[in-house]
């Protein structure tokens, strides 16, 4: 075998291929090890970008939930808890809420009052040891329910026999339909749906009557105000063109006589959503513009109704105090968190309660504390009797309660909340309730609340005027002239004009086709001839559900009643905040200032 020997100078260039090879791979190596470095550190950067991610987004969500507590604590007036946390997939976060110490009351131009107060919430989540700090300024906006003179969560039906007047600021969640028998004048500067205005019934397509609502000014309740009204025609009063039902929400197409593509000719009419702006704006030469007729088509927004509270007796509750005694057929307190049980919202709160067992063979009252007041202590402020109530179908049994009597008597609500409850209610003559007389004049601002019917017989807060609510499953408004002997067949008592300065919270039937629900010129419900006679109220009508136990539908005429005349208003006093009744519902917004 020939061996081939290298020469020196191949020698020389393997040596310095060598050597190439090896800084090559020293290189390659290097390399590598640099790769696999930056590889680790970009997986380290990742991780602590990841991680940082998480822990700004759960410290902005516990922000979130801080602002929540916040509104939930303002609509049932307490104050907001001071710190709290929150548990996210898996991570506690914790949160303080501290105020801020601004607090300003604010009127909008259809003169409704918001309370905003300011709070700082400070939220701090730590991650795999990456740590945010989130801080946000929110405003909790708290708007009276009882400054809207008309509150439905559903839609609103206001269709009187006689001539209506109605002021103050009037609002659906749901739709609006506007009629009558003689003519409505809608004193406001603020009629809003959050779906359709129809001008027409629900339960039939009869459109009729004259709907008059005024021009938009900044203040309704301004007597130097200008003060014009124009009409929402009906079909009849649309001068031939063709409608479903008049001037409305469903005249979506406007009237172009001529065909020319506009509406500015004689007889024409714009389309109902461009046409509410232009004809119920502010007067010519009026300063400050404004609309008075807005629906969802507009803009409108829901409002969403505040928990008003239960007006229940007893509520379920998982950590309830309180179980039902199967012998007594009564709720008894077992101990805290011991019981199926808990006191609903009112009968929890109320300054003096009163409840009645179901043979009506007991009455016991209740101070704020929750001890029983010795039954002499009343004074003979309160009694069981009866009222005679055809829509229910009989004689209802029910707590009469005589204000004066109970003032009198050292017993009035230390708080302004008095709440009465029966055990045994059901439906028809079992909607068992309160009667107030004597009401006049108030020993100073009360809330009266029951989870059955309510009556209110006579003038009521008309001397000496202070803020009053009743909250009821119904309410119903008995005249001066209510004397008690109303009886099944007999013939209907003639009423006279009364006084009621209140707001009403209360509950309806429902319309349906062919069936009308009374509408709202029937929510507060009557029982006498008031033919020719008027029924004055100033205060706020509240509409949040429908009737449980006062549920029969209905009914006019007959051994029923006979509609008043009605003169309706927003109570003006709810402008000034102090004036409003003890415990009037909020509705709460929270609005975001700055995060950072």
């Given at each position: 075998?020939?061996?081939?020997?290298?020469?020196?100078?191949?020698?020389?260039?393997?040596?310095?291929?060598?050597?190439?090879?090896?800084?090559?791979?020293?290189?390659?190596?290097?390399?590598?090890?640099?790769?696999?470095?930056?590889?680790?550190?970009?997986?380290?950067?990742?991780?602590?970008?990841?991680?940082?991610?998480?822990?700004?987004?759960?410290?902005?969500?516990?922000?979130?939930?801080?602002?929540?507590?916040?509104?939930?604590?303002?609509?049932?007036?307490?104050?907001?808890?001071?710190?709290?946390?929150?548990?996210?997939?898996?991570?506690?976060?914790?949160?303080?809420?501290?105020?801020?110490?601004?607090?300003?009351?604010?009127?909008?131009?259809?003169?409704?009052?918001?309370?905003?107060?300011?709070?700082?919430?400070?939220?701090r989540a730590e991650v795999e040891g990456i740590v945010s700090s989130a801080h946000r300024i929110v405003n909790s906006e708290l708007t009276p329910l009882y400054q809207f003179a008309v509150f439905y969560e559903g839609d609103l039906e206001i269709q009187p026999g006689p001539s209506m007047i109605m002021g103050g600021a009037i609002h659906s969640n749901g739709?609006?339909?506007?009629?009558?028998?003689?003519?409505?004048?809608?004193?406001?500067?603020?009629?809003?749906?959050?779906?359709?205005?129809?001008?027409?019934?629900?339960?039939?397509?009869?459109?009729?009557?004259?709907?008059?609502?005024?021009?938009?000014?900044?203040?309704?309740?301004?007597?130097?105000?200008?003060?014009?009204?124009?009409?929402?025609?009906?079909?009849?009063?649309?001068?031939?063109?063709?409608?479903?039902?008049?001037?409305?929400?469903?005249?979506?197409?406007?009237?172009?006589?001529?065909?020319?593509?506009?509406?500015?000719?004689?007889?024409?009419?714009?389309?109902?959503?461009?046409?509410?702006?232009?004809?119920?704006?502010?007067?010519?030469?009026?300063?400050?513009?404004?609309?008075?007729?807005?629906?969802?088509?507009?803009?409108?927004?829901?409002?969403?109704?505040?928990?008003?509270?239960?007006?229940?007796?007893?509520?379920?509750?998982?950590?309830?105090?309180?179980?039902?005694?199967?012998?007594?057929?009564?709720?008894?307190?077992?101990?805290?968190?011991?019981?199926?049980?808990?006191?609903?919202?009112?009968?929890?709160?109320?300054?003096?309660?009163?409840?009645?067992?179901?043979?009506?063979?007991?009455?016991?009252?209740?101070?704020?504390?929750?001890?029983?007041?010795?039954?002499?202590?009343?004074?003979?402020?309160?009694?069981?009797?009866?009222?005679?109530?055809?829509?229910?179908?009989?004689?209802?049994?029910?707590?009469?309660?005589?204000?004066?009597?109970?003032?009198?008597?050292?017993?009035?609500?230390?708080?302004?909340?008095?709440?009465?409850?029966?055990?045994?209610m059901g439906t028809g003559t079992n909607a068992r309730g309160v009667q107030l007389t004597e009401g006049e004049e108030l020993e100073s601002a009360l809330t009266v609340v029951t989870e059955g019917s309510l009556y209110i017989h006579g003038d009521y807060n008309t001397d000496d005027k202070v803020g009053a609510a009743v909250i009821a499953d119904a309410v119903?408004?008995?005249?001066?002239?209510?004397?008690?002997?109303?009886?099944?067949?007999?013939?209907?008592?003639?009423?006279?004009?009364?006084?009621?300065?209140?707001?009403?919270?209360?509950?309806?039937?429902?319309?349906?086709?062919?069936?009308?629900?009374?509408?709202?010129?029937?929510?507060?419900?009557?029982?006498?001839?008031?033919?020719?006679?008027?029924?004055?109220?100033?205060?706020?009508?509240?509409?949040?559900?429908?009737?449980?136990?006062?549920?029969?539908?209905?009914?006019?005429?007959?051994?029923?009643?006979?509609?008043?005349?009605?003169?309706?208003?927003?109570?003006?006093?709810?402008?000034?905040?102090?004036?409003?009744?003890?415990?009037?519902?909020?509705?709460?917004?929270?609005?975001?200032?700055?995060?950072?």
């Amino acid at each position: 075998m020939k061996i081939i020997r290298p020469t020196s100078q191949d020698a020389g260039r393997q040596g310095i291929a060598l050597i190439y090879a090896v800084f090559g791979a020293y290189v390659a190596a290097s390399i590598a090890a640099l790769l696999f470095t930056s590889a680790g550190v970009t997986r380290v950067r990742s991780t602590v970008n990841r991680n940082q991610v998480r822990a700004d987004y759960l410290a902005q969500s516990a922000l979130g939930v801080g602002k929540t507590d916040i509104q939930n604590a303002v609509a049932t007036w307490a104050s907001p808890p001071t710190s709290g946390s929150v548990t996210i997939n898996g991570i506690s976060v914790p949160y303080t809420i501290t105020p801020t110490g601004s607090s300003v009351t604010v009127t909008d131009a259809s003169g409704m009052q918001t309370t905003r107060v300011g709070y700082e919430i400070v939220a701090r989540a730590e991650v795999e040891g990456i740590v945010s700090s989130a801080h946000r300024i929110v405003n909790s906006e708290l708007t009276p329910l009882y400054q809207f003179a008309v509150f439905y969560e559903g839609d609103l039906e206001i269709q009187p026999g006689p001539s209506m007047i109605m002021g103050g600021a009037i609002h659906s969640n749901g739709d609006m339909y506007l009629g009558g028998g003689s003519s409505m004048t809608l004193d406001t500067n603020y009629l809003r749906s959050v779906g359709s205005i129809y001008r027409r019934r629900k339960d039939n397509i009869s459109s009729n009557g004259t709907v008059k609502i005024r021009q938009w000014v900044k203040n309704t309740f301004d007597p130097s105000e200008p003060n014009s009204f124009i009409k929402m025609n009906s079909k009849a009063q649309m001068g031939g063109v063709a409608t479903t039902s008049g001037y409305d929400s469903a005249f979506s197409d406007g009237y172009d006589s001529n065909g020319d593509g506009d509406f500015d000719d004689g007889g024409e009419w714009m389309p109902f959503v461009p046409g509410a702006l232009d004809i119920w704006d502010e007067p010519d030469g009026y300063a400050t513009p404004g609309n008075t007729v807005l629906t969802g088509a507009h803009g409108v927004n829901n409002v969403a109704i505040p928990d008003i509270g239960s007006i229940q007796m007893y509520e379920p509750s998982n950590s309830g105090d309180y179980a039902l005694d199967s012998g007594t057929g009564e709720y008894e307190y077992v101990g805290p968190g011991a019981g199926t049980h808990a006191k609903g919202y009112f009968h929890s709160n109320a300054g003096l309660s009163i409840i009645i067992s179901e043979d009506q063979s007991t009455i016991r009252a209740f101070d704020g504390n929750g001890v029983e007041l010795p039954s002499m202590d009343l004074n003979g402020a309160v009694s069981m009797t009866t009222v005679y109530d055809a829509r229910q179908g009989g004689n209802v049994p029910i707590l009469s309660v005589d204000m004066e009597e109970l003032g009198e008597a050292d017993a009035w609500p230390s708080n302004g909340l008095l709440y009465v409850a029966h055990y045994g209610m059901g439906t028809g003559t079992n909607a068992r309730g309160v009667q107030l007389t004597e009401g006049e004049e108030l020993e100073s601002a009360l809330t009266v609340v029951t989870e059955g019917s309510l009556y209110i017989h006579g003038d009521y807060n008309t001397d000496d005027k202070v803020g009053a609510a009743v909250i009821a499953d119904a309410v119903n408004l008995l005249s001066n002239k209510w004397d008690g002997d109303k009886e099944p067949g007999g013939k209907l008592p003639k009423a006279e004009a009364t006084t009621f300065n209140t707001a009403i919270v209360t509950g309806n039937t429902l319309t349906t086709q062919g069936s009308y629900n009374g509408g709202m010129e029937n929510l507060p419900r009557f029982h006498e001839k008031w033919t020719g006679k008027s029924c004055t109220i100033n205060g706020s009508f509240v509409c949040p559900w429908a009737s449980q136990y006062a549920d029969s539908p209905w009914v006019n005429g007959g051994n029923y009643y006979r509609a008043p005349q009605r003169s309706w208003f927003y109570e003006q006093d709810f402008n000034t905040l102090a004036n409003l009744p003890p415990f009037t519902p909020m509705v709460v917004r929270g609005t975001d200032v700055v995060s950072w």
